[in-house]
Every structure is written in structure tokens, then in C-alpha cells.
């Protein structure tokens, strides 16, 4: 049973830091890439960064480029999002995802909210 499974949001400052965390189980996490989305309340689910298997070759959407950072352990069945110098706009349900085939899994999310 494939789950995916975010932690690490919370509520801080413009400015600040988090890092998100996204526990993979039930597949072969080593062999698939990664991916991270968000989703603020009314609009669709973006994406926000994608990591290869191997942990090279990370892409971003423009608005994270040189804030955020996407990496993963392969031993812990982990990947990472590293965000910094957080904005206001960056406020979003955070989700982590992995496309097994033709399967589409997602986590259940965490929220991160950015304000003074």
C-alpha cells in the first residue's frame, strides 16, 4: 500500500524558513522521481519542484527559483522540501506526489502559512 506521508509545515514569518518532509512507503522509493505541489483554497494544484531517482537534475517553477530546494534521501525513503526567504504568496497546502504507472499518489498535505 503506496502512502506518502507530509510533515513539517507551520506558520512563519516573511523572511523565514521551513522544511518539508515527505515519507514514502509501499513502493520502490530509490527507482521513481518526485515531485511537490501546492494548493491555496479556490484555485488548482501547482507545481512547485521535481527530483530525479537519483537525486540530480532538480526543476522548479519560477517562483521558487533560488528560494527553495528539493532533495531526498533514498535510505530513508524521504524527499525534502527546503524552503527559504518565504513570501506572503507562498501560503499553500503543500503535497508531496508519485506516479507509479498509470497511479497517481498523493499525501494529505501540510499547510504552510507565511505572515507577520
Known amino acids: 500500500q503506496v502512502q506518502l506521508v507530509e510533515s513539517g509545515g507551520g506558520l512563519v514569518q516573511p523572511g523565514g524558513s521551513l522544511r518539508l518532509s515527505c515519507a514514502a512507503s509501499?513502493?520502490?522509493?530509490?527507482?521513481?522521481?518526485m515531485t511537490w505541489h501546492r494548493q491555496a483554497p479556490g484555485k488548482e494544484r501547482e507545481f512547485v519542484a521535481r527530483?530525479?531517482?537519483?537525486?540530480?537534475?532538480?526543476s522548479y517553477t519560477d517562483s521558487v527559483k533560488g528560494r527553495f530546494t528539493i532533495s531526498r534521501d533514498n535510505v530513508k525513503n524521504t524527499v525534502y522540501l527546503q524552503m527559504n526567504s518565504l513570501k506572503p504568496e507562498d501560503k499553500d497546502v503543500y503535497y508531496c506526489?508519485?506516479?507509479?504507472?498509470?497511479?497517481?499518489?498523493w499525501g494529505q498535505g501540510t499547510q504552510v502559512t507565511v505572515s507577520s
Open positions: 509501499g513502493f520502490t522509493f530509490r527507482t521513481n522521481p
Open positions: 527530483i530525479t531517482s537519483a537525486g540530480d537534475s532538480p
Open positions: 506526489r508519485a506516479v507509479l504507472g498509470f497511479n497517481d499518489y
